[in-house]
């Protein structure tokens, strides 16, 4: 058996991107290389481990923490994390008292220079609509249940200001390097549907 014989079909979105880009491609619209540079570039040099190296570092340096809570489009840039989705950028902080959730009712702005592509489910009017009407029942579908006493606050992102959740700090963690910090640190704790925990 070839490797090819055990990977899953490809869906019908699938073979019409590939047919769109070889048909594209043989007519010189679009040239491959460039194709696979920006592809290359969305897989491997953005997404939520950049993100995640954010967090880890303001978990474990509070003059950063505290730079990236006054200005993050600023503290970002000086990293180099920057671009046309995320040129204006808010980092909100968790905390006992509130929980922060992000969504972009409009459409599906989003971090991409922090976080990569967004999840096809925050792009899903569903999620849209229920991250404003009812959102700890939204974060209840996602398995996060927070205590009746803590806030939720909603964040709607749009073309001009792009929101990134700082999530709590988990206990236990005080040991725990940035690299290893990076570990614990998911897309969905910088969007505000779940939480960094160590229990992955």
């Avoid at 988990?170 to 897309?187: D, F, H, K, W, Y």
Wanted: with cysteine; net charge negative; proline share 6%.
């Amino acid at each position: 058996m070839t490797e090819s014989s055990h990977r899953a079909p490809l869906s019908d979105v699938q073979l019409r991107v590939r047919a769109l880009e070889s048909l594209l491609t043989e007519k010189g619209v679009v040239n491959r290389e460039t194709l696979d540079g920006i592809v290359d570039h969305y897989e491997n040099k953005v997404g939520p481990h950049i993100g995640a190296a954010i967090v880890a570092r303001a978990w474990t340096d509070p003059e950063f923490k505290a730079r990236l809570l006054e200005d993050a489009s600023a503290t970002l840039a000086e990293q180099g994390y920057t671009g046309i989705e995320g040129s204006h950028m808010v980092v909100v902080e968790n905390t006992d008292a509130v929980h922060n959730l992000v969504v972009c009712t409009l459409c599906s702005c989003y971090p991409w220079p922090v976080l990569g592509l967004p999840p096809n489910w925050y792009k899903s009017t569903p999620f849209r609509a229920k991250a404003v009407r009812d959102p700890r029942g939204l974060l209840r579908e996602f398995g996060l249940e927070l205590p009746e006493e803590t806030a939720v606050r909603v964040w709607d992102s749009n073309a001009e200001i792009r929101y990134l959740v700082l999530p709590k700090r988990p206990e236990g963690t005080e040991n725990m390097s940035e690299a290893e910090l990076q570990e614990i640190v998911t897309r969905d704790s910088m969007v505000g549907t779940g939480q960094a925990t160590l229990e992955q």
